[in-house]
């Protein structure tokens, strides 16, 4: 047994899983409070990452570099996604707030198909080439081979992000109004929370947490396409059910089992089909318990 | 009673969720002919009594045991809803439970679509069988639209009826299956009291046509004491009292039960 | 001067978004960084001119009383024309025989590209039929139809390549093994309600393709199959243009046959549980309807006919690979079925024709098809849910009591 392997594999995984619960925050507040799968929501990722991009772009091409740069590029994402998430959501869903649960569905489908075209458009379907911003951390050299600097930039970044959330969402009054909201829409309402605020609320704070891992893929990978949105949607989401839809440390389980479970999979099965292992467990679960791991079983009222 | 067939018999049904216990040891015969309403306050556990015994849930614990009339019964517990209407047991639901986008006409005749077989080659080919079939699924649907006086509106959406009219079309749709037990959910809930009188005399018109046993949950007291052989009460998904009109009426435990409640006079 | 305000903090807001991406270009290659402020006007200008349209045609629908028709009674146009037999036998006979001249019209020895186009077009709306008894009339949401079609096309390329199997013995086995898998993957989803159930079978038609493209040695990965035999006529292979109106009659037959079966079994006892089902499961079960099977025959039907039009694809095109296979195209396919009109045989052909031709004709806007499609996806769903043909109900023919001279029922 090559425990060397294994715990690269490992190490790949837990960063890969922490990229995925960051974007899976996302879609499991989303549908814990008005229960749409937020289809453009793999889209506001890929959104800021070029966000990212671009403020990088034009920082080192005038001579900037390093950490700063990062940071800065990684505050305007964070605020154009935010901006992006809270038109999305005004324009795309909040019309169909009381329509089937198709209509919103439909129009979540059209919504990503039209930012990923709008920014394949606007800027190039081609890769656009990250610039490398994080340089190798000395201390890091001897397990750089399984972590390198900018994977433990990744995991202190995430970390933090996640207790931050933990903290909005239980001690803030907002956190409290999303809670409540999540819970019971009407009664919250009638307590007198704006309700379009909350969901608005929710919108740009997952957008933020989205462009977050957009950014920290970009610098990891090196290279952004106007294609990783569908993708990484698409694995996030299996995550989020996979840890319980709705519930917020569930997407953060669920993201780090995906991450360990599909690098596992490329790993000792086969890279090819690595794309195969996320789809695989999404259908397994979604047949098997839909409720997810940490997730409740909600009976229809007949 | 003692004369009358037994059609359907419930002993100690018992129906968890989770941590809840709803129906707890509830034991009910209907025998045929019979009109026996299931009172209570709200959430007494009558609506889940009938969820189990139609197939909704699969009961924690008890026995429902069907008899159809020239059959050997059959003990029906967890088995699916459509295979239950099939022995001959329809109902209608507390919250409408139409299909809006068809019409009135077709919300009966899906009724009959455990009684009648076209397969989807038949379909294609347009065979004679399914023609025929096509024929007196229509008429028989007609016909019932008659009895509970919808026939006017046969081509209507069913969901652009006002409330009682919809309540009716749910109780056609449910003859349609040719029951020989009726399970009506509040049948009169959001009637006025016109309503309310013309739905008495279709539910004991309707017994007395189709020769069915007809359980219903209801909460208007007039409508129940005017047409109930037998009263079933519950409270908190335990029975407390069973008996006719009359002994209900003076019984303690069930003027407690209601305490605050105004019987419709 | 409210809605100047509002207008302007809209327009002024879409410039604030436009900026990075639109504005702003880093052309990484000769390191300059390209700056298009003309495109910021523009969206500012467009988004004003909208915002102020919209709030004056909100201001001018309250300001107008309501309508004074029932609704219950105001027939659509559609309806009024299916209730008038003999005017849609005449407007369907027209239809037919322009079908049928269309390849001679249109085309001369050298040039047939139109009728390609047709070709292309039908297959989609054979797809778009096929989706609309699953989804249409069964409610039965699918984001990974595409995956039938495929397995009708591989089907269809493996066997003739492998096995010398004739175009028309492959017709029907790609139909019987599309609906196979339509079973296959039908039976485990049974349970699974609304978005769960689009996002199980968007993971299904994702993994399908993930495997033709991986799988070298048995589908040619990413570079396909190629050399597919045509469709034979009598044992002749047919070239050129006379190919090419082969394959449109034989898809024009294929229309057809959807449509003839489709309006057939939506009218029947299969069809209306199918949309009891789709309405209300629980009271459809409660009913008598068996849910298990009428799914089941649901996705079974819908698959075959992706099977069926897979294999005329791949005879047409000689040549097929995964990148005809994507989500995007079973997206498109349930557009076709929903912009048309959940379970409207009319509208979704008209859909399909519209998202497969007019992107083909208006060339000048080709790369903003998609564009264009997923904001129209957004519209339709706001401002048309219902889809362009909605609420067609068959009239029946009831028995209807004799009336004396005294009008008294007999």
């Given amino acids: 047994m090559d425990f060397e392997y294994l715990f690269e594999l490992l190490c790949g995984g837990v960063v890969k899983g922490s990229i995925y619960a960051l974007i899976a925050l996302g879609y499991t507040m989303v549908y814990g409070i008005i229960q749409l799968i937020n289809f453009a929501h793999g889209e506001i990722y890929m959104i800021g990452a070029f966000a990212a991009f671009i403020v990088a772009g034009i920082l080192t091409l005038s001579g900037q570099s390093g950490l700063t740069v990062l940071v800065l590029a990684a505050a305007v994402a964070v605020v154009y996604a935010a901006a992006y998430g809270y038109t999305l959501e005004k324009i795309a869903y909040r019309p169909l707030r009381k329509a089937p649960r198709l209509s919103p569905l439909i129009s979540a489908i059209g919504a990503s198909i039209f930012l990923m075209n709008y920014v394949q458009l606007a800027q190039t379907p081609d890769f656009l080439p990250f610039p490398e911003l994080v340089s190798d951390f000395e201390f890091m050299a001897p397990i750089e081979r399984y972590v390198s600097s900018v994977d433990l930039l990744i995991l202190i970044v995430t970390t933090l992000t996640m207790v931050a959330l933990t903290v909005l969402i239980k001690y803030t009054r907002i956190g409290k109004a999303m809670r409540a909201t999540q819970q019971d829409a009407v009664m919250a309402r009638l307590v007198g929370i704006n309700v379009d605020r909350v969901i608005s609320a929710t919108f740009i704070i997952g957008s933020m947490l989205a462009a977050i891992a957009g950014v920290l893929i970009a610098s990891r990978t090196g290279q952004i396409n106007s294609a990783i949105g569908f993708m990484a949607g698409i694995k996030a989401f299996t995550a989020a059910v996979l840890g319980g839809i709705g519930n917020i440390p569930g997407a953060v389980l669920g993201g780090l089992v995906l991450g360990i479970a599909e690098t596992l999979g490329a790993g000792y099965i086969s890279s090819a089909y690595e794309d195969v292992f996320a789809f695989a467990l999404l259908v397994l679960i979604l047949i098997l318990r839909p409720a997810g791991l940490l997730g409740k079983a909600v009976k229809q009222k007949v | ?265 | 001067m409210i809605r100047l305000k509002r207008s302007l903090t809209i327009g002024l807001w879409f410039m604030f978004l436009a900026l990075p991406l639109m504005v702003v270009r880093v052309n990484t290659l000769n390191h300059e960084i390209e700056w298009r402020w003309s495109n910021m006007i523009w969206v500012g200008v467009c988004a004003f001119a909208v915002a102020w349209m919209r709030q004056f045609a909100l201001a001018r629908r309250s300001a107008r009383p309501a309508p004074a028709v029932n609704p219950a009674q105001r027939r659509s146009l559609m309806q009024r024309l299916a209730d008038d037999a003999p005017l849609s036998r005449r407007l369907l006979i027209a239809i037919s025989v322009l079908a049928i001249v269309f390849p001679w019209a249109v085309s001369t020895g050298q040039n047939f590209y139109h009728v390609n186009v047709m070709v292309s077009a039908l297959i989609f709306v054979v797809l778009g039929l096929g989706l609309n008894i699953t989804v249409g009339l069964a409610g039965l949401l699918d984001l990974g139809y595409i995956a039938f079609f495929a397995v009708g096309a591989y089907t269809y390329a493996l066997l003739s390549k492998n096995f010398d199997l004739g175009f028309w013995t492959c017709l029907p086995l790609g139909g019987v093994i599309g609906m196979l898998f339509g079973v296959v993957l039908g039976f485990p989803i049974l349970r699974l309600r609304g978005d769960y159930l689009a996002i199980v079978t968007l993971g299904f038609g994702s993994i399908t393709k993930i495997v033709l493209e991986n799988w070298d040695t048995l589908f040619g990965g990413a570079a396909g199959i190629a050399g597919i035999p045509r469709p034979e006529l009598f044992g002749l292979v047919l070239d050129g243009r006379e190919k090419a109106v082969y394959s449109y009659y034989i898809v024009l037959a294929l229309v057809a046959l959807t449509v003839f079966v489709t309006s057939r079994l939506k009218n029947s006892r299969i069809g209306r549980a199918w949309m009891a089902l789709r309405e209300d499961e629980i009271a459809s079960v409660a009913m008598g309807v068996d849910m298990a099977r009428t799914k089941l025959s649901a996705y079974a039907l819908g698959a075959f006919w992706a099977g069926l039009v897979g294999v005329v694809f791949a005879a047409h095109n000689n040549f097929i690979n995964p990148d005809s296979f994507t989500f995007m195209d079973s997206a498109m396919i349930l557009a076709m079925v929903v912009l048309g009109g959940m379970g409207s045989i009319v509208g979704v052909i008209i859909a399909a024709l519209t998202l497969k031709l007019l992107p083909e004709y208006l060339r000048a806007f080709a790369d903003y098809r998609m564009l264009i499609f997923g904001a129209l996806m957004v519209l339709m769903m706001i401002f048309r849910p219902q889809g362009l043909i909605s609420d067609m109900r068959r009239k029946y023919e009831y028995g209807r009591r004799r009336r004396d001279g005294d009008g008294e029922e007999r």
């Avoid at chain 2, 047991?89 to 005749?109: D, G, K, S």
């Avoid at chain 2, 019932?144 to 006002?162: I, K, M, T, Y």
């Fill in chain 2, 1 to 265: 009673m003692t004369a009358a067939a037994k059609l359907l018999e419930v002993s100690g049904l018992t129906m968890d969720f989770g941590g809840l216990r709803a129906v707890d040891d509830a034991s009910l015969t209907i025998c045929a002919g019979e009109i026996v309403a299931l009172i209570g306050p709200n959430g007494a556990g009558k609506t889940t009594f009938f969820n189990c015994v139609t197939g909704i849930y699969a009961p924690t614990a008890g026995d429902i045991v069907m008899h159809p009339p020239g059959a050997a019964p059959s003990r029906i517990n967890g088995m699916k809803p459509n295979r239950i209407t099939a022995l001959g047991m329809a109902r209608t639901f507390q919250n409408i439970r139409l299909f809006p986008a068809m019409t009135v006409l077709e919300n009966v005749m899906i009724g009959r679509h455990c009684r009648t077989r076209t397969s989807i080659v038949d379909a294609i080919v347009s065979s004679r069988r399914a023609l025929r079939e096509e024929r007196e699924t229509v008429d028989k649907s007609y016909r019932l639209l008659q009895r509970v006086g919808l026939a006017d509106v046969a081509d209507e959406f069913s969901r652009n009826l006002p409330y009682g009219a919809q309540r009716r079309l749910e109780i056609a749709r449910a003859l349609a299956t040719d029951p020989f037990l009726l399970l009506l959910d509040e049948p009169a809930a959001g009637m006025n009291p016109q309503e309310t009188r013309e739905l008495d005399e279709l539910i004991v018109r309707i017994r007395a046509e189709d020769r069915l046993a007809i359980p219903l949950i209801e909460h208007d007291m007039k409508l129940v004491m005017n047409i109930s052989d037998r009263i079933y009460v519950m409270e908190y998904g335990k029975e407390i009292a069973q008996g006719t009109p009359r002994e209900i009426k003076e019984n303690p435990r069930v003027i407690e039960a209601y305490l605050g409640e105004e019987t419709h006079a």
